[in-house]
C-alpha cells in the first residue's frame, strides 16, 4: 500500500517549515512536484528547494498539471481536472513500483482551499494519508499587518472571490477572508462600507501588502496586483475585508 505525505510547506517562507513537516520529508521515498507552466517554473523551484534544505538524496520525479477544460461549467471543469491530475498521480506511482513512501508539497495547509485530498481520494487502491498542518496564507496575512483575524467573540467567514462576486457580501458577517481570488471581486462593494486588509506572496521575498478604507486601498491594490503579476508572471494573494461599524 502507498502512503502518501501531504506536507503543508507553509505560503512560501522555508522557515514555515514545522519540525513535523521535516520528519516527514525525510522518511519519504519518493516527492510529486507539480510544473504549473510557463512563468510558474519558480513554484516548482521552490519545493525542489525546500526539499534540498532537509536532504540532498530526495527522488524528485515531476509533472507537468494538466489545463482545465474551460468550456464546461465550473464545478464540472474542477472535476474532470481532478480526474485528469489523479490518474497523472497514478501514472507515476505505477513506474516506480518499489516505492510505498510518496510525498506532495502543498502551500499553506491542505485542509484548505487545496485540492490535494480531493485528488489524492481518486487514487485507487485508495492510499494511507498522513496530513502535515502548514502555515495558511490567512495566518500569514493577519501575521504580516498585524491585526487579528476576529473582532472581539465575533465570528470569520472564508470564502472566495467567485462566491463574493456572484453572491455578494454573505449575510450576518462582519469579517470575511477571501481567497482565490482571480478577479478581484471586492471591486463589487461599496468600498465606504470596508476596510481591507491584502496581501501577496505572503512570506515570501517579494511579498507586498496593501490595507486601507477599500474606497481608497482598491485602486492601489489593483496596480500593484496587475505589476506584480507582470513582473512575476503569476500571483497568489488572499484579503480581509471587515464591514465597518458607526465609529
Request: hydrophobic content about 45%; charged content about 20%.
Amino acid at each position: 500500500m502507498i502512503h502518501l505525505f501531504l506536507i503543508g510547506i507553509g505560503t512560501g517562507n522555508p522557515d514555515h517549515l514545522t519540525g513535523e513537516a521535516r520528519r516527514a520529508i525525510l522518511d519519504a521515498d519518493l516527492f510529486l512536484i507539480p510544473h504549473k507552466g510557463a512563468g510558474k517554473s519558480d513554484l516548482a523551484d521552490l519545493r525542489t528547494q525546500i526539499i534540498a534544505d532537509v536532504r540532498s538524496d530526495a527522488h524528485i520525479v515531476p509533472f507537468d498539471m494538466p489545463v482545465r477544460d474551460e468550456t464546461l461549467p465550473y464545478i464540472d471543469r474542477v472535476e474532470a481536472w481532478h480526474d485528469a491530475i489523479a490518474d497523472i498521480w497514478a501514472q507515476a506511482l505505477a513506474g516506480h513500483p518499489g516505492v510505498t513512501r510518496v510525498a506532495l508539497l502543498v502551500w499553506g495547509d491542505p485542509s484548505l482551499y487545496d485540492s490535494t485530498l480531493r485528488i489524492a481520494a481518486r487514487l485507487n487502491p485508495a492510499p494511507r494519508l498522513t496530513v502535515v498542518a502548514g502555515i495558511t496564507s490567512v495566518q500569514a496575512l493577519t501575521a504580516a499587518h498585524a491585526i487579528p483575524l476576529n473582532t472581539l467573540n465575533a465570528p470569520v467567514t472564508i470564502s472566495t472571490g467567485r462566491r463574493l462576486r456572484d453572491h455578494g457580501w454573505p449575510a450576518d458577517t462582519e469579517t470575511l477572508v477571501v481567497m482565490l481570488d482571480g478577479t478581484c471581486a471586492f471591486q463589487t462593494l461599496e468600498g465606504a462600507d470596508y476596510d481591507i486588509w491584502w496581501g501577496a506572496y505572503l512570506g515570501m521575498k517579494e511579498q507586498v501588502l496593501e490595507a486601507g478604507l477599500l474606497s481608497e486601498a482598491a485602486p492601489r491594490i489593483l496596480a500593484r496586483r496587475a505589476a506584480a503579476r507582470a513582473d512575476h508572471g503569476w500571483i497568489m494573494d488572499t484579503y480581509l475585508l471587515r464591514k465597518r461599524t458607526n465609529r
